[in-house]
C-alpha cells in the first residue's frame, strides 16, 4: 500500500460518477479517509457498489486481501452535505465540465475548509487557472488529470 502524503490525513472527492468514485476508490486503497460527496443519495449509494464490486474483483483475483478490501470500503464515507468537507486536508472536485459548477464549488469551499486545504480539479478541457481565481485561494489550488478506469490506470 502507498504512504498517505503527510499532514493530510483525509480527502474529499466530489461528485460521485464514473471519475470521482475511481479517485475516491484510489485514494482509500492508498491509506485516506475519503469524503465521496454527491448531491442524491441513489448515486452515492451507486458509487459505493461499483467501488466495492471493483475491491471484490480484486480479491477474487489475489490481488488484495478480505481484509484491505474491508479497510478501504470502510475508509469510504458517502455524504450528501458539503458542510462534511470542512475538516478534508485535500479536496478534489470531479463533477461536469462545467465552469460556473466548478466556479461555485470552490467558492463554496472557500468558505468552508481551512485555508491550509489544498483545492484539486479534475478538468480535461477548461481552464485550471480560471476555477483556481474562483476559490479565492489560487496559490493553494492545482488542476488533476485522471485517466479512466482510474483504479487501473498506474500514473
Known sequence: MN????????????????????????????????MLYGRHEDRL????????ASYDRNLARGRISAEERDEA????????DLDSMHNCGMVIEAVSED????QKIFGQLNM?????TIFATNTSALSVSEIGEASG??????GTHFF????????
Do not use: W
Not at 465552469?99 to 466548478?102: E, F, P, Q, S
Not at 468552508?112 to 491550509?116: A, E, F, R, T, W
Not at 485561494?137 to 492545482?142: A, G, I, K, P, V
Open 3 to 34: 504512504q498517505p502524503i503527510k499532514g493530510i490525513d483525509s480527502i474529499a472527492v466530489i461528485g460521485p460518477g464514473l471519475m470521482g468514485s475511481g479517485i475516491a476508490q484510489v485514494c482509500a486503497a492508498g491509506g485516506y479517509e475519503v
Open 137 to 142: 485561494r489560487s496559490e493553494r489550488f492545482l
Open 99 to 102: 465552469m460556473a459548477l466548478k
Open 73 to 80: 470500503i470502510n475508509r469510504i464515507h458517502p455524504v450528501t
Open 112 to 116: 468552508l475548509c481551512p485555508k491550509n
Open 45 to 52: 449509494k451507486a458509487a459505493i457498489e461499483k467501488i466495492t
Open 148 to 155: 479512466n478506469p482510474v483504479h487501473a490506470m498506474a500514473l
